[in-house]
């Protein structure tokens, strides 16, 4: 199982930058794909940018250009840099790991974070 552990939120005005931390920890064999997804007040949880173990990376036509996604795979940590940040990231952000198991069938699972506050206002 692996537990996740979001960090780097805050408040901050447009235009501002924010840099969020994603730590994994636990018992698992490997973890595969790490990403970032935001709740909005009032909204569903939106897919921000997602990573591979390779380096390969997604992102949601929204925040292409601002955001970048980036893994650190020796401390199991992945990170949001946040530029130019709008009023409309205003949100909850989660991270998410999808990892395989270390039991002897070596199962594909996933975890989410608890979730820190990104706000954006003036």
């Known amino acids: 199982q692996v537990q996740l552990m979001e960090s780097g939120g805050g408040l901050v005005q447009p235009g501002g930058s924010l840099r969020l931390s994603c730590a994994a920890s636990?018992?698992?064999?490997?973890?595969?794909?790490m990403g970032w997804y935001r709740q909005a007040p009032g909204k569903e949880r939106e897919l921000v940018a997602t990573?591979?173990?390779?380096?390969?990376?997604n992102y949601a036509d929204s925040v292409k250009g601002r955001f970048t996604i980036s893994r650190d795979n020796a401390k199991n940590t992945v990170y949001l840099q946040m530029n130019s940040l709008k009023p409309e990231d205003t949100a909850v952000y989660y991270c998410n790991a999808a990892y395989t198991g270390h039991g002897y069938f070596k199962p594909d699972l996933s975890s989410w974070g608890q979730g820190t506050q990104v706000t954006v206002s003036s």
């Open positions: 636990g018992s698992f064999f490997t973890i595969n794909t």
């Open positions: 990573i591979t173990s390779g380096g390969s990376t």
